[in-house]
């Protein structure tokens, strides 16, 4: 099987937090009427520091807190209940690098790799860590259990939400170099796509690595795949699959019309073949809607997908099927996408310019 290997691209100088937890996911993107489909999931909202609670605050305010009422994050810092229930993966790791900082005691950290991630609300696909990560230079600090430090090479270090945190563009070439690729490449799509930090930006951090740095080459991989118009993490992983398996790379968020006009966008095409994540192609029924609009919504929806279907094949998979390599294969291959003898995955790389 044709699988890609890491690119070794000459270095050329291009320019240029899930959703809230109330949020929906993302849905197809297309227009009809009044009726507008989801454009894939909202920047999410940074988590708010103000929800923290420490035990002498409380216990001032008459409040005794107990695992009934409160979550425990760090030693004497607590948030409520339903406050944490409705956080995404993202916002709870923030919520505890928030309570590690309230909890240090001498120099103010600078937090980095996943800690930062979290805080400026870049997806992950794995768990998130139990322990924050924090950045030293020069002598190694010792750490703790539950707090890492990192020696690494200088950094401007951010004030963000109260905390000092690493560029969101070191932050990323950071991931690149210490998480899997998955994940690294999901936080450059965010980053990119959100305008966090700039492709410029990406590079300049990767050119700043010394010369035997770990990984180095990863990171400059993360660089070159990371795209704009992958609108979720999802999306980010089943693009790294589909490279990692030498499938043909697809172009991304492509509109698709027919003789009556515009159906709508899909996720991945690959000319006679579309595919969509988590099974899209959903309209957004507002909550207030009675049966008559729903209906009509629905209806509309399979319409659009009964257009698509006569004009590709259609494969749809789910976040379940994505993070397994050999059912996001078949998938696939079902449709007609099959592994190429060679990888053209970063063709034309030094053309691209600012692409």
Known sequence: MGKCTLPTHPQRTPSAPPAHPLCTTSGWFSRSGNTELMLGPARPDPFDPGFLHLTKDLNRRG??????????????????????????????????????ALRVTGPEPVFCRTS??????????????????????????????????????????????????????RTVIDLARTESLMTAVAAADHALRHEMCTRAELLAEVQALP???????????????????????????????????????????????DDRGLIGQVDFDWGDVVGEFDGKVKYRIPEDADPADAGEIVWREKQREDRLGRQAKVARWT?????????????????????????????????????
């Open 63 to 100: 409040i005794v807190p107990t695992r009934a009422t409160h979550h425990h994050l760090r030693h004497g810092v607590w948030i409520e209940r339903a406050v944490w229930a409705a956080l995404t993966p993202e916002q709870r790791h923030a919520a505890f690098v928030h309570a590690t």
């Open 116 to 169: 930062s991630a979290a805080v400026w609300g870049l997806p992950r696909i794995e768990a998130w860590p139990a322990v924050a990560r924090t950045h030293v230079e020069g002598l190694r600090l010792r750490g703790s259990d539950l707090v890492h430090r990192h020696l690494g090479h200088a950094v401007e270090p951010v004030a963000f939400r109260g905390l000092l945190l690493t560029p969101v563009a």
């Open 211 to 257: 010369p035997r740095t770990k990984r180095r080459g990863i990171a400059q991989l993360v660089h070159d795949f990371a795209d704009p118009d992958s609108m979720s993490a999802g999306e980010s992983l089943s693009r790294v699959r589909m490279f990692q398996l030498g499938l043909p790379r697809p172009r991304l968020q492509v509109e698709r019309e």
């Open 319 to 355: 976040w379940a099927v994505a993070m397994s390599p050999a059912r996001l294969a078949a998938v696939l291959a079902e449709k007609g996408i099959r592994p190429q003898p060679r990888c053209t995955w970063f063709d034309g790389l030094g053309e691209q310019g600012s692409a």
